[in-house]
């Protein structure tokens, strides 16, 4: 039987670099990954912190609204400070992270208001002031003490500057936010912050951000469920990790890890390669000989 040599040859058929039952596996695994995102994202938006309708102190006077909470927040994005510092440790580092910046400040303002009494009383009334929970979800309001609001109206002078003349020094724009209105929403946004990093969450013994950030003056320490689960998620990264490793070294054939020229790769004898003229004359001047050239040059020499 002959074969027509103009006749299409078939190929034959190639195996998949990666094998049906890895790809069944990665997508089992980013579904689980997704749906304990979509869960956790429940979860924030559920259980986090409220953004009260209004702030006031306890004769009624209004010190901020949730309008300047959301403002300060759109406000934060527009002038991309998520670049230079961060809101609850999120965000880049070369500025302060403000959460932690305005709780401090005003922590310190508050223990100053008390008279910085070394009975001690001071800093408990300073704790008392940050971490009780006066929110009223009835009103939607949230109630400061007048130390509190004391420390909001300085802070607003300290960010008019921070953000306005002293910009430029901080790495910032030169007066990257000068408006004063501007200001006291960026000043609420830190403040709300700062509440909710500081104030116990209803019937619970941690704050809204389980007590981050760690401050002192307030009485904010770290939880052992911070630790348990910090700890227990580097774990189960390092433990994916060693076991992704021995799955590949075990079964990375079956599991369908391979290069297409495993298949056809091949060796050869030294003596079975054919060696150029090229490559003769090559071994002839290294050994110290001339090679001999061809009848056909013009300027060559009959050896």
Known sequence: MTTDASSPQVEPQRRALVSRAWVQ???LVLLFGLA?????GYRAYTSGPPIAAQVVTPDGRVVYTGGDVIAGQELFLRKGLMEYGSIFGH????GPDFTADYLHRAAEIATREYGRDTAGTAREKVIADFKTNRYDANTDTVTYTEVQARAFDELIAHYTSYFGPDSASQGLLPEAISDPAEVKQLTAYFSWSAWAGSTLRPDKDYSYTNNWPAE??????????????SVLSLV????GIGVLFAAFG?????????????DTISFRRPGDVAV????RALRLLLSGGRPAVPDSDPGGRRQ
């Open 276 to 279: 150029t003229p090229t490559q």
């Open 216 to 229: 002192p003056l307030v009485g904010n320490s770290v939880t052992a469920d911070v630790v348990v689960w």
């Open 236 to 239: 189960v990264l390092l433990v």
């Open 36 to 40: 304990v995102l979509g869960f956790l």
């Open 25 to 27: 596996v990665a997508a």
């Open 250 to 262: 075990r079964w990375g054939e079956r599991l369908g890890w391979r290069g297409r020229q495993a």
């Open 91 to 94: 965000g880049a580092y070369l």
